[in-house]
């Protein structure tokens, strides 16, 4: 269904509203004529169907002259809505139609049936037989008509067309600017006096109508015969009580607990990660005001998501959640950690043969593949430095137990998936790649570096520099992994390391004996 179809669509449901709630204001009145006014009733015998007949054209005069407004005032808005384009925003005139048409339409109401009211009244006064000026039978007519009927069928109107229009308003507002828009606000504060009036009236009518028939039972001869009247004067006001349950459940109520209902689900998706949802905004009043403010809020979210994101690209997730619930200061704290440090072999001669774009891509698909191995080991990636990869396992952001072993295995793994990686780039027609590894265990200062504009997350001391050391050793040792003594030691009972050679390291006293994993 289209946008033109469903606007069509929508005019006919408000049509049958209209019809519907000024058939509900008719059949109050004729109960309050059968049953309060039944002394009017009885005086108009002597020209029943002249003024049956001038009630009916009075009737359908006024129902004319309310369709002709209506049309009149809501016209333009109709026009542009049937004529717009799929990207054309309304003039802020036309969006304040399609805002305060229904109230519009409750004024439009209200205004024929207090018209109505004073019509009808006008004809009690001077339709009774023989003719007589009677004040007491306008007020009284005008009562039923302008004051109770009225009313009732204005509530009906107002909420059900705002129930039915909410599904169309949005198109009027593309932009979102339902808001902003100056119009009437049906605020709660009025949606809760509307209540109280509505509850508050039958029970001035009945007080009022009662101490009327008290008096006149006290001045009748027999008394006991007006009893009926009087209790067809309170089943009267105990219906117009249950309609206007009825009505204000079904209409009022529900124009605030629904989308309020409509909301609290959307929270709840939120709440479960769904970043996603959200309302259309159909009302300019608090509710209003609540959910274009949740979308706002969800919109919020998902640039945070996003940038939340990005920012873990660009470091490691466990950085940019430390980061982002804690903050980042300058300084660091003393831990021991695994130091796993990899390097790809003869990387200088492979890029003066591959070209720029192509050698990227290569390092690109590799650190994925070894970045993948290393956090499913529970390290974490901390450092590219163009063809090398500074991982740490045991850090205060992931902590490890057992992170020698972690390391270890982690190490024994990217030498696996880098054959799986070497039999694809042949298959590329590329250039097998080569790697050392070295892994070292002690202490380190694992912080924030750098200076109030700029920081980096980042571990450093004596064992990352031996892990460093370990892997240049590789070139010349056999092993592609070599493991530093405090490592080893930690893993006398777990894994089988076989010693390598007392060997001498820069930056070293004395030789460090290195051990590499059994084969």
Known sequence: MNSKQKYRRIEKQLDWINIGANFIGALLTMFYFVNVQFDYQQSMRGSLWLNFVLMVLITVGLLALGGHFSEKRLGPMRAWYLQKGPDDVPPQEIQQLALNLPITMLVTALSMWLLAGISFGLISMFASFPPELDWSAFIWSFLGIGVIAGPITAVIVYFANESVWSAVLPDFFPEGSLIETPAFRMTVRRRMLILFVMVLMPLLLLAALSY??????AHASEPLSMLPRLLRLEIFLVGIGLVEAVVLSSTLGASLVRPLEALGKRMDAVQQGDLQTEMAVTSNDEIGHLIAGFNTMVAGLRQEEVIRRLFSLYVTPEVAQHAIEHGAELGGQMTEATVLFSDIRGFTSL???????????????????????????SGFVNKFGGDSLLAVFGTPLNPVEDHPCQAIQAAQEMLTALERFNQEQEKLGEPRIC??????????????????????????????????????????????????ESTADLLADRL???PIDQIDIRGKQVPVLVYAPST
């Open 351 to 377: 890029s003066e043969r591959m070209q720029p774009a192509s050698l990227l891509a290569l390092l690109n698909r590799y650190f994925d593949r070894m970045s993948d191995v290393i956090v499913d080991h």
């Open 212 to 217: 009327n028939q008290a008096i006149e039972m």
């Open 435 to 484: 790697i050392g590894i070295g892994i070292a265990t002690g202490p380190v200062v694992a912080g924030n570096v750098g200076s109030t504009e700029r920081l980096e997350y980042t571990v450093i001391g004596d064992t990352v520099n031996l892990a460093s050391r370990l892997e240049e050793m590789t070139k010349d040792l056999d092993p592609s992994i070599l493991i530093s």
């Open 496 to 498: 089988t390391l076989t």
